[in-house]
């Protein structure tokens, strides 16, 4: 169990930030965060001002209204995924000793247009719809299999029983990283997410060069050797007109790698609590399955769990606030989907709401393992509600919660007859 983490130091208040426009929030350490995170979004919504600063990990804006997180996704020019800009990264790069192994970058979820534009497109086929419907009947054996082994006890701690195993090996054997290395995997993983802080960019770099470190030999190997594999299929594009070297192979892994091994677990967990909370749901769903793709929608909007970062370009007047070129910016998905302007009653699940949500981001930045995802999701709900009998929380268990750029769910009970 992961230990509660202490609050970040508060900074002081830069001159151009209101006292109007400022509340304490700290998105990785808030207790009542920790303790159910969309319980407390519901409150920071009607406490909190739709754009507000926040002293903590080094003082940054969070985005809390919809419309706030759409304009700002969209708008490139003014809100910059460069957290720190190229040039300064270039810079630093350039004074590294000669020899110095490549540090990797996360592109393209960290670059702007024109490079993000170049460096998205080889991405886009292995993540396409045809290529990941190609992939849902090994989806849905494994799901089976994971839960039919936890069936038996009658009780699981689920995350680590079913919704870690299942994303991480379909993403391993997807990528082409062998399967019998997916702890060691998740473990560096876990770290680099947890340890990613806008206010410590040296340190979210080490914890990348780790990752690259153990994906090399495979990357090497791939090179050589090809199979049928993203990582085969990466070292067969070309970027504008140049062959994939190393560099650029370790900057994809690297971002894939952790978009890959996290992301999907906090959604099916977040998804499988809400089910065992809602006995009627589960009657619902077993009783017309036809219906478990809109609940999954639904379940993506009201546990919108990512949290994006932001750099402001330059300075700007943005929904009510001033802003300063280098002011750090969260996009507060997780808020955008619960706000009551956007979505009438926001804290309800409704099965029929027919309402686009935002949990995959928006503008050229928007997610490209939507499909996977989804398929992932859709396939674990379905398979939960056809094998086991009505689950439910288990009762002498607390859920806990990380919260952070990847919010979820630690650990899990369940429990069924
Ligand atoms: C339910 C699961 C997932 C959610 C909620 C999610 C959410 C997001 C969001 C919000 C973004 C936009 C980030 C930004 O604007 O800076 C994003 C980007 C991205 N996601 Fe996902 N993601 C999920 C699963 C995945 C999976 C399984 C993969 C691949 C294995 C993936 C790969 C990516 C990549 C490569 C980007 C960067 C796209 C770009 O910068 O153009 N995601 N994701």
């Given at each position: 169990m992961t230990q509660a983490r202490p609050l970040s130091p508060a900074v002081a208040r830069p001159a151009h930030v209101t006292d109007a426009v400022t509340y304490d929030f700290d998105?990785?350490?808030?207790e009542a965060y920790v303790k159910n995170p969309h319980d407390r979004i519901l409150d920071l919504h009607k406490n909190a001002p739709p754009v507000f600063w926040t002293p903590r990990n080094g003082g940054h804006w969070m985005l809390l209204s919809h419309k706030a997180n759409f304009d700002a996704s969209r708008d490139v020019e003014t809100f910059s995924s460069e957290v720190i800009p190229q040039a300064q990264v270039q810079a630093m790069l350039a004074?590294?000793?000669?020899?110095?192994p490549h540090f990797p970058q996360p592109w393209p979820i960290n670059i702007d247009p024109p490079l993000h534009t170049m460096h998205r497109a080889p991405l886009q086929k292995a993540f396409s719809p045809k290529a990941i419907m190609a992939l849902k009947d090994s989806i849905r054996e494994l799901a089976g299999e994971l839960i039919d082994a936890m069936k038996?006890?009658?009780?699981?701690?689920f995350v680590s029983a079913v919704a870690e195993p299942l994303p991480v090996q379909v993403f391993l054997k997807m990528f082409g990283?062998?399967?019998?290395?997916q702890q060691e995997y998740r473990q560096v993983v876990k770290e680099h997410m947890e340890s990613i802080s806008v206010s410590d960019p040296r340190a979210v770099m080490m914890r990348m060069l780790k990752i690259t470190a153990i994906m090399r030999d495979t990357l090497l190997d791939r090179k050589e050797n090809p199979k049928d594999d993203i990582i085969s299929m990466l070292w067969q594009t070309e970027i504008d007109g140049k062959p994939m070297g190393m560099d650029e192979m370790e900057n994809f892994c690297v971002v894939l790698f952790a978009a890959g091994l996290d992301t999907v677990v906090n959604g099916i967990s977040l998804g499988a609590r809400h089910l065992a909370d809602h006995p009627e749901l589960q009657r619902e769903l077993r009783a017309d399955p036809t219906l478990i793709s809109a609940a999954t929608e639904e379940m993506l909007r009201r546990y919108t769990f990512t949290v994006p970062p932001r750099r402001v370009n330059k300075d700007t007047e943005f929904h009510g606030v001033t802003m300063k070129a280098g002011d750090k910016v969260m996009l507060f998905l997780p808020g955008a989907d619960l706000d009551s302007r956007e979505y009438a009653n926001p804290e309800q699940y409704q099965l029929k709401r027919e309402t686009v949500h935002i949990a995959f981001g928006a503008?050229?930045?928007?997610?490209?393992g939507s499909h996977l995802a989804r398929v992932e999701l859709n396939v674990v709900y379905e398979e939960m509600l056809a094998r086991l009998p009505e689950f439910r929380l288990a009762s002498d268990k607390e859920v806990r919660y990380h919260g952070g750029h990847v919010v979820g769910p630690d650990e899990l009970w369940l429990s069924w007859n």
């Open positions: 998105m990785f350490a808030d004074q590294r000793p000669p020899g110095s038996p006890a009658g009780t699981a701690e990283l062998p399967v019998e290395r503008g050229p930045h928007r997610c490209l």
